[in-house]
């Protein structure tokens, strides 16, 4: 099993910044992506973006949502299992609980975390 913890969600006003924190701990040898995901208001799940750990025969993988593209980026410290998501020029439509995730791929995690409210209003 492996347990993830979010942190640094809140509060803010359009075209402010946030940042995301995740660390994971326990079975995290199988672990290969670690990510974010989203859920606004009254939709499904969705991928916000994601990295995978490169290895001596693959190089590692980024991917981001388009509609946060140019405006987050992801950040991983395998040394320290943790990866970061840091949100700039927050939009309204960015409001949702955001979710860590982490798992053999980026598209399907395996785990998740309790998720974290993100609120961007004035």
């Known amino acids: 099993q492996v347990q993830l913890v979010e942190s640094g969600g809140g509060l803010v006003q359009p075209g402010g910044s946030l940042r995301l924190s995740c660390a994971a701990s326990?079975?995290?040898?199988?672990?290969?992506?670690m990510g974010w995901y989203r859920r606004p208001p009254g939709k499904e799940r969705e991928l916000v973006a994601f990295m995978t750990r490169g290895t001596a025969t693959s190089l590692s993988i980024i991917d981001y949502a388009d509609s946060v593209k140019g405006r987050f980026t992801i950040l991983r410290d395998n040394t320290k299992n943790t990866v970061a998501l840091q949100m700039s020029s927050l939009e309204p439509e960015d409001t949702a609980v955001y979710y860590c995730g982490a798992g053999r791929n980026g598209y399907n995690p395996d785990y998740w975390g309790q998720g974290t409210q993100v609120t961007v209003s004035s």
């Open positions: 326990g079975s995290i040898s199988g672990v290969r992506a």
